[in-house]
């Protein structure tokens, strides 16, 4: 037996082990950007979801808030006038979680969910644009008088945005998935 044999084995057992630790530490990165990215996905599919009912609560607040009927109850004080700063307040805390997991995703994402993703901020973006449009049924007078009533083309456009959100929400859904290695799952449509 060779003097080498001892040195060779031990060198080879070396390499093994400090290959062993390279790929567990690999695997952990891996594992951790998975996470990542998933966390990132899931946030923005979860809260573009709760956005797209901010948007519609504030269309219904608008309806509500308007007219002959809210000018008397704030006169008579049965009601304190809106405050544009809580509004922003209120619209901002659903905003800014949509707002990280659409940053981490830019970061982490794949490039096709970095653009999926945009996507559907774009669609979050123009609902609420439409959400927050002053309705046109009525005319100055009867608003005046009634309060806020939207045109039915005002309404389609509304939800035909809507539609939209949920399109890229589901296209989302659809990459978040693969990008994360779980199958399709078809869609309510599918089934």
Same mark, same amino acid.
């Given at each position: 037996? #060779?003097?080498?044999?001892?040195?060779?084995?031990?060198?080879?057992? !070396?390499?093994?082990?400090?290959? !062993?630790?390279?790929?567990?530490?690999?695997?952990?990165?891996?594992?951790?950007?998975?996470?990542?990215?998933?966390?990132?996905?899931?946030?923005?599919?979860? %809260?573009?979801?709760?956005?797209?009912?901010?948007?519609?609560?504030?269309?219904?607040?608008?309806?509500?808030? #308007?007219?002959?009927?809210?000018?008397?109850?704030?006169?008579?004080?049965?009601?304190?006038?809106?405050?544009?700063?809580?509004? %922003?307040?209120?619209?901002?805390?659903?905003?800014?979680?949509?707002?990280?997991?659409?940053?981490?995703?830019?970061?982490?994402? #794949?490039?096709?969910?970095?653009?999926?993703?945009?996507?559907?901020?774009?669609?979050?973006?123009?609902?609420?644009?439409?959400?927050?449009?002053?309705?046109?049924?009525?005319?100055?007078?009867?608003?005046?008088?009634?309060?806020?009533?939207?045109?039915?083309?005002?309404?389609?456009?509304?939800?035909?945005?809507?539609?939209?959100?949920?399109? %890229?929400?589901?296209?989302?859904?659809?990459?978040?998935?693969?990008?994360?290695? %779980?199958?399709?799952?078809?869609?309510?449509?599918?089934?």
């Amino acid at each position: 037996m #060779s003097i080498w044999a001892p040195v060779v084995a031990a060198l080879g057992t !070396g390499v093994i082990g400090f290959g !062993g630790i390279l790929w567990q530490q690999f695997r952990r990165d891996r594992r951790a950007t998975l996470a990542e990215k998933s966390d990132a996905y899931y946030q923005l599919i979860a %809260h573009s979801l709760s956005f797209a009912v901010r948007a519609g609560t504030m269309r219904n607040t608008m309806r509500v808030r #308007s007219g002959l009927n809210e000018r008397m109850d704030l006169t008579l004080r049965l009601r304190r006038p809106l405050d544009p700063m809580e509004v %922003h307040d209120w619209f901002a805390q659903g905003y800014e979680p949509m707002n990280q997991a659409w940053s981490k995703i830019q970061v982490v994402g #794949s490039v096709d969910a970095v653009r999926v993703a945009k996507e559907l901020m774009d669609a979050c973006a123009d609902m609420v644009a439409l959400a927050g449009e002053l309705g046109g049924a009525r005319g100055p007078f009867g608003t005046y008088l009634r309060g806020l009533e939207w045109t039915s083309d005002q309404e389609e456009a509304l939800k035909a945005t809507t539609n939209r959100m949920i399109e %890229h929400r589901e296209a989302l859904i659809e990459l978040a998935r693969k990008d994360l290695g %779980h199958g399709p799952v078809p869609s309510p449509k599918q089934a």
